[in-house]
C-alpha cells in the first residue's frame, strides 16, 4: 500500500497512512516546441475524506529513462478533502498563455548528483517523463520506493510507470489529469484534459452497446473502476467495441493512438 502523512490524534501527530494526497494533473512544455502555456505545472490533490498534510514532502523528476535526477521541496501544507494545490514550475520558454494563479511557485531545484541547478522550478518534458510525490528528499528507485506518497510515469517512452502501463502524453495546449480517482494504474487513472474532444471514444455517455471510436484504436481494454480489466477488443484494432454484456456504470477505456497511450472515462446509461 503506498502511504501518506495525514493528522491523527488530539495531539496533532503526524502519521503515515493509506494514500489521500495524489498526483492529479500534470503539464509538460519543455521538449515541446508547440507549447502555449508559459509554465510547467503539477496539480495535487487530496482524495480522502479527511485533511492530509505533506510536511516534509517533495516533489521528484526523472527523464523517461533512467533514474530520478532532481527535486524541489514542498511547503508545510496541509489539504483538506477534495482541495487541490496548483504548483507552478519552470518557463516552458515557448508559451504566451498563462496558468491560474499557482498555490505555490516553486523556485530552487535541486540535482541529486550534487551538480548546481540554476532552474526555477522543474522543468517537465512534454512527451515523456516520471514525476513522484515523496515524504521526502531521498531518491525515490521507482513506484515500490518506501517514500512514495504517488508516482506517474507518462508518455509512451516511460521505463517506470504504476500498473498496466504509463499515462499519455501532455499536448502543446493541455495537461494531463486524473479521471479514476487512484486505481494504482497510471494508464486507467489519467487522460488528456478535454479529450472527449478529441475523438477518441465519440459517444461517452453510451445508451447503447456499442462503443464508437474516432479513429482506428489498438489495444484497446475497458476497466471497471477497480481497475479489473472486463472487456477487450477481440482484434488488434477497432472503430467500435460491443460492451451489451456490461452493467450500466462507470468504465475507463484505454488504447494506443500512434503508439500513443490514451485513455478515457465513458457511462453506460
Request: hydrophobic share 40%.
Amino acid at each position: 500500500m503506498k502511504k501518506i502523512f495525514t493528522i491523527a490524534g488530539l495531539m496533532g501527530t503526524m502519521v503515515f497512512t493509506n494514500a489521500q494526497i495524489v498526483i492529479n494533473e500534470i503539464y509538460g512544455g519543455n521538449a515541446n516546441s508547440g507549447a502555449v502555456l508559459k509554465y510547467n505545472y503539477i496539480v495535487l490533490k487530496n482524495i480522502g475524506e479527511a485533511p492530509a498534510s505533506l510536511s516534509g514532502a517533495a516533489i521528484q523528476y526523472a527523464p523517461a529513462v533512467g533514474a530520478f535526477t532532481q527535486y524541489h521541496v514542498l511547503p508545510d501544507i496541509t489539504l483538506a478533502p477534495d482541495q487541490s494545490y496548483l504548483i507552478q514550475e519552470a518557463a516552458t520558454g515557448d508559451g504566451s498563455i498563462n496558468i491560474p494563479t499557482p498555490d505555490f511557485i516553486a523556485t530552487s531545484v535541486v540535482n541529486f548528483d550534487g551538480t548546481p541547478n540554476k532552474s526555477s522550478g522543474l522543468k517537465i518534458s512534454g512527451v515523456s517523463g516520471k514525476i513522484a510525490l515523496a515524504t521526502n528528499i531521498v531518491q525515490v528507485s521507482g513506484p515500490d520506493s518506501s517514500n512514495i506518497l504517488d508516482f506517474v510515469g507518462y508518455g509512451s517512452n516511460a521505463d517506470q510507470f504504476k500498473g498496466d502501463g504509463p499515462a499519455p502524453s501532455p499536448t502543446t495546449t493541455m495537461g494531463i489529469k486524473r479521471i479514476l480517482g487512484n486505481s494504482n494504474d497510471n494508464r486507467a487513472d489519467f487522460s488528456i484534459e478535454g479529450s472527449a474532444k478529441s475523438g477518441f471514444v465519440q459517444n461517452p455517455f453510451i445508451k447503447g452497446n456499442e462503443i464508437v471510436f474516432g479513429s482506428e484504436i489498438s489495444d484497446v481494454k475497458v476497466y471497471d473502476t477497480f481497475r479489473r480489466v472486463v472487456k477487450k477488443a477481440p482484434t488488434k484494432t477497432a472503430l467500435a467495441l460491443d460492451i451489451a454484456e456490461l452493467p450500466k456504470g462507470t468504465y475507463i477505456v484505454t488504447g494506443t493512438v500512434n503508439n500513443v497511450p490514451i485513455s478515457q472515462k465513458i457511462v453506460r446509461d
